[in-house]
Protein backbone atom coordinates (compact mmCIF):
# COMPACT_ATOMS: atom_id res chain seq x y z
CA UNK A 1 0.00 0.00 0.00
CA UNK A 2 1.02 2.99 -0.96
CA UNK A 3 1.19 5.68 2.17
CA UNK A 4 0.45 9.27 1.19
CA UNK A 5 0.57 12.70 3.36
CA UNK A 6 -2.53 14.31 4.31
CA UNK A 7 -1.01 16.98 1.79
CA UNK A 8 -0.69 14.71 -1.27
CA UNK A 9 -3.60 12.48 -0.16
CA UNK A 10 -5.40 15.79 -0.40
CA UNK A 11 -3.96 16.75 -3.81
CA UNK A 12 -4.88 13.91 -5.57
CA UNK A 13 -8.43 14.10 -4.15
CA UNK A 14 -8.44 17.23 -5.65
CA UNK A 15 -7.39 16.39 -9.36
CA UNK A 16 -10.12 13.40 -9.01
CA UNK A 17 -12.73 16.20 -7.66
CA UNK A 18 -11.70 19.91 -8.22
CA UNK A 19 -14.72 21.18 -6.28
CA UNK A 20 -16.31 19.32 -3.35
CA UNK A 21 -20.21 19.61 -4.01
CA UNK A 22 -21.55 18.97 -0.45
CA UNK A 23 -21.02 22.08 1.44
CA UNK A 24 -23.23 21.08 4.45
CA UNK A 25 -21.63 18.72 6.40
CA UNK A 26 -18.67 17.50 3.90
CA UNK A 27 -15.46 18.86 6.09
CA UNK A 28 -17.00 16.64 9.01
CA UNK A 29 -17.30 13.59 6.21
CA UNK A 30 -14.21 14.67 4.76
CA UNK A 31 -12.37 14.88 8.29
CA UNK A 32 -14.08 11.41 9.22
CA UNK A 33 -12.56 9.70 5.88
CA UNK A 34 -9.01 11.33 7.08
CA UNK A 35 -9.21 9.73 10.72
CA UNK A 36 -9.23 6.48 9.47
CA UNK A 37 -6.58 7.05 7.09
CA UNK A 38 -4.63 8.30 9.92
CA UNK A 39 -6.02 7.55 13.43
CA UNK A 40 -3.55 9.27 14.99
CA UNK A 41 -5.00 12.35 14.31
CA UNK A 42 -6.81 14.65 15.92
CA UNK A 43 -10.18 15.95 15.42
CA UNK A 44 -11.16 19.62 15.94
CA UNK A 45 -14.33 21.68 15.41
CA UNK A 46 -15.17 26.08 15.49
CA UNK A 47 -18.56 25.85 16.04
CA UNK A 48 -18.93 25.73 11.72
CA UNK A 49 -15.87 23.78 10.57
CA UNK A 50 -14.23 20.46 11.23
CA UNK A 51 -10.22 20.15 10.54
CA UNK A 52 -7.92 17.10 11.67
CA UNK A 53 -4.53 17.88 13.12
CA UNK A 54 -1.73 15.64 11.92
CA UNK A 55 1.76 15.62 12.55
CA UNK A 56 1.31 19.13 14.04
CA UNK A 57 -0.07 20.86 10.71
CA UNK A 58 -3.89 21.01 10.66
CA UNK A 59 -6.03 20.08 7.14
CA UNK A 60 -9.50 20.30 5.62
CA UNK A 61 -10.92 19.57 1.98
CA UNK A 62 -8.89 22.16 1.05
CA UNK A 63 -5.49 21.54 2.30
CA UNK A 64 -3.61 23.13 5.00
CA UNK A 65 -5.91 24.63 7.36
CA UNK A 66 -5.27 27.46 10.29
CA UNK A 67 -6.68 26.05 13.32
CA UNK A 68 -8.24 29.28 14.58
CA UNK A 69 -10.47 28.81 17.86
CA UNK A 70 -10.66 24.74 16.98
CA UNK A 71 -10.95 22.56 20.04
CA UNK A 72 -11.91 19.25 20.39
CA UNK A 73 -15.52 18.64 19.60
CA UNK A 74 -16.53 16.94 23.01
CA UNK A 75 -15.58 19.96 24.80
CA UNK A 76 -18.79 21.55 22.96
CA UNK A 77 -20.68 18.77 24.55
CA UNK A 78 -22.43 15.70 22.43
CA UNK A 79 -26.03 16.66 22.79
CA UNK A 80 -25.08 19.70 21.34
CA UNK A 81 -23.06 18.44 18.56
CA UNK A 82 -25.33 16.18 17.91
CA UNK A 83 -28.09 18.65 17.09
CA UNK A 84 -25.77 20.51 15.19
CA UNK A 85 -24.95 17.41 12.85
CA UNK A 86 -27.39 14.44 12.20
CA UNK A 87 -24.48 12.72 10.12
CA UNK A 88 -23.78 8.92 11.43
CA UNK A 89 -20.08 10.01 11.73
CA UNK A 90 -20.81 12.20 14.28
CA UNK A 91 -20.74 10.07 17.62
CA UNK A 92 -17.16 8.84 16.20
CA UNK A 93 -15.84 12.23 16.31
CA UNK A 94 -17.24 13.80 18.95
CA UNK A 95 -15.48 10.50 20.92
CA UNK A 96 -12.18 11.68 18.62
CA UNK A 97 -10.44 13.87 20.79
CA UNK A 98 -6.98 12.85 21.65
CA UNK A 99 -4.00 10.80 19.45
CA UNK A 100 -4.14 7.36 19.93
Same mark, same amino acid.
Given at each position: M?? &?? %?? $??? *??LR??? %??? *?D ?12 ? *? ?6 ? &? ?7 ? $? ?10 ? *? ?5 ? %? %? ?27
Open positions: VK &LT %PT $EFI *AREIY %PRY *AMSGGCMKFVALLK *AMYPQGVV &LYDDDHFII $EIGGECYDIDGV *AIKDGHI %P %PSMYGSEYMRRQWSHQRIEELISTTTTN
